[in-house]
């Protein structure tokens, strides 16, 4: 099963998200997040979070209680967390996460960190950028001269293949910290593929159009 997460922070315009929303077979919203589902006209399954972040709590009126998971502000997780968690005690092994873009620097990596653990999202989609969790294979498409950047995810070190990219992958083994910034989509068609561990691709989406 797939589920999309909203989070706080900004999304992707509604053209570029939407249909990860559409597609979910559960939709959740943390906190703020239900603005961003809102202005997607998206209903949530369900809403977790502490709702601090909410400028209107009374928007949760509009909703089901049983459909509202509240949770105390001093808590253990983050309103993230506790959204995916949902999302996973539903039966979802596909989380996409939309928003998180702009605000604190710490709540960015606290996103960020979420793809260092087991059961990681598969993406993160704000703003201004896509975060892609690569663990077998992608392909991009119609995309020649578009600027990526990879970094390696999880705790063990990651070898890859690479196909139609500037500077290859082949035979380079990466270990945790180590970055692979600016690469460049040489070819209409580009492929990398996992040998071990996985990867977090970074692609803007102003590199493109899309």
Same mark, same amino acid.
């Given at each position: 099963?797939?589920?999309?997460?909203?989070?706080?922070?900004?999304?992707?315009?509604?053209?570029?998200?939407?249909?990860?929303?559409?597609?979910?077979?559960?939709?959740?919203?943390?906190?703020?997040?239900?603005?961003?589902?809102?202005?997607?006209?998206?209903?949530? *399954?369900?809403?977790?979070?502490?709702?601090?972040?909410? %400028?209107?709590?009374?928007?949760?009126?509009?909703?089901?209680?049983?459909?509202?998971?509240?949770?105390?502000?001093? #808590?253990?997780?983050?309103?993230?967390?506790?959204?995916?968690?949902?999302?996973?005690?539903? &039966?979802?092994?596909?989380?996409?996460?939309?928003? &998180?873009?702009?605000?604190?620097?710490?709540?960015?990596?606290?996103?960020?960190?979420?793809?260092?653990?087991?059961?990681? %999202?598969?993406?993160?989609?704000?703003?201004?950028?896509?975060?892609?969790? @690569?663990?077998?294979?992608?392909?991009?498409?119609?995309?020649?001269?578009?600027? @990526?950047?990879?970094? %390696?995810?999880? #705790?063990?070190?990651?070898?890859?293949?690479?196909?139609?990219? #500037?500077? %290859?992958?082949?035979?380079?083994?990466?270990?945790?910290? *180590?970055?692979?910034?600016?690469?460049?989509?040489?070819?209409?068609?580009?492929? @990398?593929?996992?040998?071990?561990?996985?990867?977090?691709?970074?692609?803007?989406?102003?590199?493109?159009?899309?």
């Amino acid at each position: 099963m797939t589920g999309c997460l909203f989070t706080g922070g900004l999304g992707p315009a509604k053209a570029r998200g939407l249909g990860y929303a559409q597609e979910a077979d559960v939709v959740a919203a943390a906190d703020s997040g239900l603005l961003l589902a809102r202005e997607y006209a998206i209903s949530p *399954d369900y809403i977790v979070g502490d709702m601090d972040s909410l %400028p209107e709590p009374k928007v949760l009126d509009e909703y089901e209680a049983s459909r509202v998971f509240r949770y105390p502000r001093e #808590k253990d997780f983050t309103d993230t967390e506790l959204g995916i968690q949902l999302l996973r005690e539903k &039966g979802c092994d596909t989380i996409v996460i939309l928003g &998180g873009g702009g605000g604190r620097m710490d709540h960015y990596l606290a996103l960020y960190s979420l793809f260092h653990r087991e059961n990681p %999202p598969s993406a993160w989609l704000t703003d201004q950028d896509r975060i892609i969790h @690569i663990n077998s294979c992608y392909t991009l498409e119609g995309n020649a001269g578009e600027k @990526i950047s990879l970094f %390696p995810a999880g #705790k063990v070190p990651v070898r890859m293949r690479s196909r139609g990219l #500037k500077w %290859p992958l082949d035979k380079l083994v990466w270990q945790i910290g *180590d970055i692979g910034i600016s690469n460049i989509v040489a070819d209409n068609v580009a492929m @990398i593929e996992i040998v071990s561990g996985a990867l977090l691709l970074m692609r803007s989406w102003g590199n493109n159009g899309e």
